[in-house]
């Protein structure tokens, strides 16, 4: 007698156990979780894109997630990458591609922020000569930060004194 198996096959949703995570030891479990169990092993593979870098930014465990026939969830781990750069939050984004023994419910995503940690650095103004003679006195003004910047860094310069403006110095 063979039994032939008609029952329809599980859908799969992905879900995030973190939608956040810190620069510095953040993590996030990335689960599979099926609508019913299954008698074959379902393996769904994921994409990665976002802002962040993989490697320099985050690691992910693996880039499909098995789920073994009789069970009715798997988890990869994704983990961020510590580093001392100031920047602006970056994410992750986690997409289904494909599903074996399985289908997707509908489209899958999950968007998870690596939230910045790092001190933004501080500005050192300094100046050549502090005293310049007239008319053909100059200095060039310096801006030092304190540490590598991962984003632009803007500095507006405000003027005092008793020196005129376009009279005295340009």
């Known amino acids: 007698v063979t039994i ?3 029952d329809p096959l599980p859908t799969v ?3 995030a156990s973190n939608l956040s995570m810190g620069e510095t030891n953040g993590s996030s479990t990335i689960t599979v979780v099926l609508s ?3 008698g074959k092993d379902v393996t769904t593979t994921l994409v990665k894109s976002g802002t962040a870098k993989d490697i320099f930014d985050y690691s992910l465990s693996g880039a499909s997630i098995l789920i073994p026939a009789g069970s009715t969830s798997g988890s990869v781990r994704l983990a961020a990458s510590g ?12 997409d289904i591609d494909t599903v074996t023994n399985g289908t997707e419910s509908a489209p899958q995503q999950q ?3 690596i939230i910045d940690d790092d001190l933004t650095p501080t500005v050192t103004l300094s100046t050549g000569t502090a005293t ?3 008319p053909s006195g100059s200095t060039a003004v310096t801006v030092t930060l304190s540490a590598v ?3 632009a860094v803007t ?3 405000g003027k005092t004194g008793t020196a005129a403006d376009d009279l005295d110095y340009t």
């Open 132 to 134: 310049l003679s007239e």
């Open 149 to 151: 910047a991962g984003r």
């Open 4 to 6: 032939l198996d008609d």
């Open 36 to 38: 019913a169990v299954s």
């Open 13 to 15: 949703t992905l879900v």
């Open 111 to 113: 968007t998870v922020t």
């Open 155 to 157: 500095v507006i310069l």
């Open 83 to 94: 580093d001392s750069l100031d920047e602006f939050d970056e994410t992750v984004i986690l």
